[in-house]
Each structure stands twice: as C-alpha cells, then as structure tokens.
C-alpha cells in the first residue's frame, strides 16, 4: 500500500489488489483512473473529500489502470473514470463516468448502506 502524498488516499497496485482491496475487513472504494483522462482529473478530489469524510468507515484509494491492466481487466473496467466498492472479496456495485458530485455522493451513500445489511 503506498499512501499519495498530502492525502487520505490509498494508491492500490496489481501487486497488493487482492491483499488491500479483496481482504479488508471493511468495505473498499477503488478509483479506476488514469493521469491522461480529464473526468478522472474532475472526479479526483471529490473522491479524496469522500475519503475525509467517511474516515475509518471505508478505505478509499485509487488504482492506475495503466500501472494495472490486469486488475482492469479483471474487473472489465473499460470506460474511466469507473468507480468501484468492494466488500468481503466481493466487488458489490460500480459507477462508470462522472454524474457529478451529487451523483456520486448519493451512489457512494447508497451502496454502503446496502453493503451494511
């Protein structure tokens, strides 16, 4: 796990996916990005605002699909910015594209609240 810099972020690597992401012991939002693509450039800090908030509740990080194809593929992740919320080695729901911040806090809000059931 490699912490961004002046950030509650987790950068997540190919290497450590299933470890980080697949073993938490608490629910995971992945960041599906790449530096290139402007939208996730646009939904960057909402993420990292989202990270601040929840604290301890989630681990949020962000995985390169350049860095890590195969993750990407895995996943079929084939449209970024993708976000994605893990539980128990599970991947429980994801949203493609950026609907805005309304749209995305209510996503996040919604599939963690499901994932607590």
Do not use: H
């Amino acid at each position: 796990m490699v912490s961004l810099a002046m950030s509650t972020l987790t950068k997540f690597t190919e290497g450590a996916f299933d470890t980080e992401v697949l073993g938490a012991d608490k629910p995971v939002l992945v960041d599906f990005y790449a530096d290139w693509c402007g939208p996730c450039r646009a939904v960057g800090p909402l993420v990292e605002q989202i990270a601040t908030e929840l604290g301890d509740q989630v681990v949020v990080g962000k995985l390169d699909v350049d860095s890590s194809p195969g993750i990407a593929m895995r996943y079929q992740v084939r449209s970024i910015p993708t976000l994605g919320i893990f539980k128990g080695g599970q991947l429980l729901d994801r949203m493609v594209g950026y609907p805005g911040p309304a749209g995305v806090r209510s996503w996040v809000k919604n599939t963690l609240e499901k994932a607590a059931v």
